[in-house]
């Protein structure tokens, strides 16, 4: 073993590199890879069962009365007014002043980019007033139409 150590360090390896060299050479093995670094696999007791047979369960969580209610939507002051969300040209005008829509319910067509953007409201509603027409171009964040 001198002899080894002794050849490896006048070939020019310390003897701490040759036996790091052995360690990780024999670490690996196709049978068991990485079996000395990997922590070893426990199985679970199989209690499972067992608990089940009793009856027991996890402790029932109680939930108050106003988290399981819906809330009513809350309508915002600025949700009255709907911008447009690109630039574009108008193509259509759905709905006219004076009618009831609905959330999501389109009521103009703006054209951009050679796509067709329906623009609908955010919240239920009467059209107050109706800003653009057919063939107007609208820049981003114009006003489009006003709801009450």
């Known amino acids: 073993m001198a002899d080894d150590d002794e050849r490896a360090m006048a070939a020019g390896a310390s003897a701490w590199a040759r036996h790091g060299r052995e360690d990780i050479q024999g670490s690996h093995s196709l049978s068991a890879p990485l079996a000395r670094w990997a922590p070893e696999l426990v199985e679970p007791e199989a209690q ?3 608990d089940a047979a009793s009856g027991e369960s996890e402790p029932a969580i109680a939930i108050p009365a106003s988290v399981l209610h819906a809330r009513p939507p809350q309508r915002l002051p600025e949700d ?5 969300p690109i630039a574009g040209l108008v193509i259509a005008v ?3 002043t004076g009618e009831r829509v609905t959330r999501r319910q389109p009521v103009m067509v703006i054209e951009a980019m050679k796509m067709q953007n329906n623009v609908s409201p955010e919240v239920d509603g009467v059209l107050v007033a109706v800003h653009v027409s057919p ?5 981003a964040g114009q006003v489009l139409f006003e709801l009450v």
């Open 48 to 50: 499972a069962p067992a």
């Open 80 to 84: 009255a007014i709907c911008r447009s």
């Open 135 to 139: 063939g107007d171009a609208v820049k």
């Open 94 to 96: 759905l709905a006219t």
